[in-house]
């Protein structure tokens, strides 16, 4: 399995909203993909490793497929269409990765 990261990093004053994040982006990507699309997850931040401390991101989400052809096939081409969604829920620059399971 691979995984496809989106990593929001946190930063005072950007906005993230994750209500619109999880309910009509997560939702534009699944109906873009498909079921190639076999799992997602949502991390919200809320704190660094000392109590009190920002969290490194204000949000990271795992979509996870079965093949880099399948990320190649079913979610790139529909990279413009995630891209322009992006000001809705966020003012923040994503990061992404790929990365393959190994445990």
């Known amino acids: ?7 929001y990093p946190y930063t005072p004053g950007k906005r993230f909203d994750m209500d619109y994040y999880t309910s009509k982006h997560l939702g534009l990507v699944r109906e ?12 919200k931040g809320v704190s660094g490793p000392e109590p009190g401390s920002s969290p490194a991101y204000a949000a990271v989400c795992r979509l996870c497929f079965d093949s880099l052809e399948d990320i190649a096939t079913h979610l790139a081409p529909h990279d413009a269409s995630f891209a322009a969604d992006v000001p ?5 620059v994503p990061e992404f990765q790929i990365s393959e399971v190994v445990v």
Not at 1 to 7: I, K
Request: glycine fraction near 4%; avoid cysteine.
């Open 1 to 7: 399995m691979v995984v496809f990261t989106v990593l």
């Open 32 to 43: 873009k993909v498909g079921p190639a699309l076999k799992a997602v997850s949502v991390d």
């Open 88 to 92: 809705n829920f966020t003012d923040i």
